[in-house]
């Protein structure tokens, strides 16, 4: 589990700031997620990527951005923060086989942000 | 795209006693189907999964079954201690050549009363 780190990992910002919340995985898996889990909705993928410059977009995108510009690293920004963000981000990891036999997802710690 | 349900939302049960936690989905192409168990202020980490050229694995205490045909999963755990409190997440997708990811049911907060 120490493979995949997330920080911060409690943020308080205002509505309308930009804040990135980093994601840093040591296995080189090929595959990485921005998952935000909220009461009542479970988790709900905001952006994934299968390798260094390819993103793509998951059920809830919109107010995300997010890059790929090393293996290792999968940055998520909030360009402009609005209190319905608030939740708890999870960053997520998979070896190449996710997509051809499943793939077990390892899970990064979280962070939790506050908008206020 | 896929949809997966999950029932109940929370179940309570004596340590000692079973606890079965179902899931459904829709898309019929749907084959792999993973389990995580969250506990309180820690991240999901996977227990159990189960593909769909099998009806049934089993680990120790937990096990999961699967009916292609009505479409549904379950998560079974026998013998439950304190310590199998937490919620419990099922998931589905469609693997191989597909553009699906993990779908996440929305979870099962189970307790376990001493």
């Known amino acids: 589990d120490a493979g995949i780190t997330q920080s911060p990992r409690y943020k308080i910002t205002e509505t309308g700031r930009q804040v990135t919340l980093m994601c840093h995985q040591t296995?080189?898996?090929?595959?990485m997620f921005w998952y935000r889990q909220d009461l009542g909705h479970g988790l709900r993928l905001i952006y994934y990527?299968?390798?260094?410059?390819?993103?793509d977009k998951g059920e809830v995108p919109d107010g995300y951005v997010v890059s790929r510009s090393k293996t290792e690293n999968f940055p998520l920004t909030l360009e402009s923060a609005t209190r319905s963000q608030t939740s708890v981000y999870f960053c997520?990891?998979?070896?190449?086989?996710?997509?051809?036999?499943?793939?077990?997802?390892?899970f990064g710690p979280g962070t939790r942000l506050t908008v206020t | 795209g896929e949809n997966v349900e999950q029932h109940p939302s929370t179940l309570s049960v004596q340590e000692g006693d079973s606890a079965v936690i179902k899931c459904t989905y829709s898309d019929s192409a749907s084959n792999y189907f993973p389990w995580y168990k969250q506990e309180l202020g820690k991240r999901p980490q996977l227990i159990i999964d189960i593909r769909s050229n099998v009806g049934e694995k089993k680990d120790q205490r937990i096990a999961v079954t699967l009916n292609k045909t009505a479409k549904h999963f379950s998560l079974h755990i026998t013998e439950t201690q304190p310590e199998d409190s937490a919620v419990y997440f099922c998931a589905a997708r469609d693997y191989g050549g597909s553009q699906g990811n993990l779908i996440f049911g929305k979870g099962t907060k189970l307790s376990v009363k001493p």
């Open positions: 997520a990891s998979s070896d190449l086989f996710y997509r051809s036999r499943g793939g077990v997802q390892y």
């Open positions: 296995w080189s898996h090929s595959y």
């Open positions: 990527s299968a390798a260094a410059d390819i993103t």
